[in-house]
């Protein structure tokens, strides 16, 4: 199977996090979303160490042992990379919030458990959802506008409070090794039986962690209804249905992650490597200026406009009549000759 290329040499560097462009993202639906993701990646990709390096042992070719040596780095770098963000989403931006707490803590925790066999299809399929939500987003990111966010206000903050930049070099390096997982259940002999009941174990997992999490983010953050927040996040955009024919693609016996295409990896490796070079002694820039409205849902930016627009209209509408008033009666007071 061949594997995809680490198309960058990715440098394993501390991010360092704007704390005040955190706050501002706060009632962001996109960064809610991050925010979670961040959560629980990091108890996700202990499991996977874990249970990778238990099959090391067992695998007879060199190649796919160097392979799962290398998930392993890139997942413990993952982990200490995205610690510093956690520590301050839980305790700065988002404190007091049980679903998030239990989130980051009880990932995966339920499948301590499982046969070692049940375990690599779990962190198999755990890997391919990750390519999937990482090839829908940047797919759609790269043939449009390559911006985060609508709102060129919201799309800065969520670069110069380094999470955008952060997603992008963990996506660059998830695809790179996309396929070690497979290929390891692959060696050992897993059946697509047991790879479908893996996928199944990943989705109930996070409908049941992540779900309660994003919840409580839009209730208490957006005051508003998670059915919009959906709408907002994944399908104006189009990635839930991206993201959907990806993941079912999983079933289907043929699938081999590292040949599926992923045209956009030469650019976001460039922009990955770019952004090294810019930043290379680790600082984030200072919050832009920007009003305050501009950071709120993007819901209340069109009620706030359409708002604007009628007062307008009936400003307009008033001027109209009055001077119409004002013409009936001029007309009125001219005497016929």
């Known amino acids: 199977m061949a594997p995809t290329p680490r198309l960058s040499p990715v440098r394993r560097r501390r991010f360092r996090f704007c704390l005040a462009n955190l706050r501002q993202l706060r009632a962001v639906p996109q960064f809610h979303l991050l925010a ?28 796919l042992k160097a392979a799962a040596d290398e998930l392993v780095r890139d997942e413990s770098a993952h982990i200490q990379t995205h610690e510093p963000l956690n520590e301050r989403l839980l305790g700065q931006v988002f404190p007091n919030y049980n679903s998030l707490r239990r989130l980051h803590t009880q990932m995966f925790r339920r499948f301590q458990k499982l046969s070692p066999r049940q375990a690599l299809a779990v962190c198999a399929a755990y890997e391919f959802a990750s390519d999937s939500i990482f090839s829908a987003y940047f797919s759609r990111f790269y043939a449009g506008t390559r911006r985060h966010h609508p709102d060129p206000h919201i799309h800065n903050a969520l670069i110069d409070s380094g999470v955008a930049p952060l997603f992008m070099w963990h996506a660059l390096e998830e695809l790179s090794h996309r396929h070690v997982a497979h290929d390891i259940a692959m060696a050992v002999g897993l059946s697509q039986t047991e790879l479908g009941l893996g996928m199944v174990r990943v989705v109930s997992e996070l409908v049941y962690l992540q779900f309660p999490a994003l919840l409580e983010l839009v209730s208490r953050e957006q005051h508003t209804n998670l059915l919009r927040f959906m709408w907002a996040v994944f399908v104006e955009p189009g990635v839930v249905s991206s993201f959907a024919i990806r ?24 922009d990955v490597s770019n952004f090294q070079r810019t930043h290379a002694n680790g600082q984030h820039q200072a919050p832009r200026a920007a009003p305050s409205v501009a950071l709120r849902p993007r819901m209340f930016n069109r009620l706030q406009q359409t708002f604007k627009q009628t007062r307008q209209r009936v400003r307009r509408a008033r001027r109209h009549l009055k001077n119409f008033v004002a013409d009936l009666g001029s007309q009125k007071s001219v005497t016929p000759t």
Do not use: H, N
Request: hydrophobic share 45%; no cysteine.
């Open 247 to 270: 993941l079912l693609r999983w079933f289907d016996p043929r699938i081999d992650p590292g040949r599926l295409a992923a045209k956009f990896l030469p650019e976001l490796a460039k």
């Open 36 to 63: 979670v993701t961040s959560l629980l990646s990091s108890p996700a990709e202990r499991y996977l160490i874990a249970t990778i390096s238990r099959w090391r042992a067992v695998l007879q070719t060199p190649t």
